[in-house]
């Protein structure tokens, strides 16, 4: 398969990258000069701004319930905590069923 080149050059991505183009080519000895707008606005859209959004909601929310642990720890140290042996080795088996079948 052969790739063609285009037969149109690309325009420059910004202005400012025109301008660093052209002060790289002063002369040694001389200082380059910035021609950068003055102020240059960008949007980053609608689902970066949800996404920023979204991480504020969320920084203040806790990584774990600490209620349900504390009644777990609860249950431990009064005996009543009961591990059901057969879910454990089910998900156990699952998962290790999904881990082997997401990598082949």
Do not use: C, W, Y
């Amino acid at each position: 398969m052969k790739i063609d080149k285009p037969g149109n050059a690309l325009p420059a991505s910004s202005t400012s990258e025109g301008a660093t183009r052209a002060n790289s080519k002063n002369k040694p000895g001389q200082t380059p000069t910035s021609q950068q707008p003055a102020g240059t606005n960008f949007s980053l859209g609608s689902t970066a701004a949800h996404l920023q959004s979204m991480e504020t909601s969320m920084a203040g929310t806790p990584v774990v319930n600490a209620a349900k642990v504390a009644e777990i720890k609860q249950a431990i140290s009064e005996g009543r905590f009961q591990v059901n042996t057969s879910v454990v080795a089910d998900r156990l088996i699952a998962t290790v069923r999904d881990l082997i079948g997401g990598k082949g």
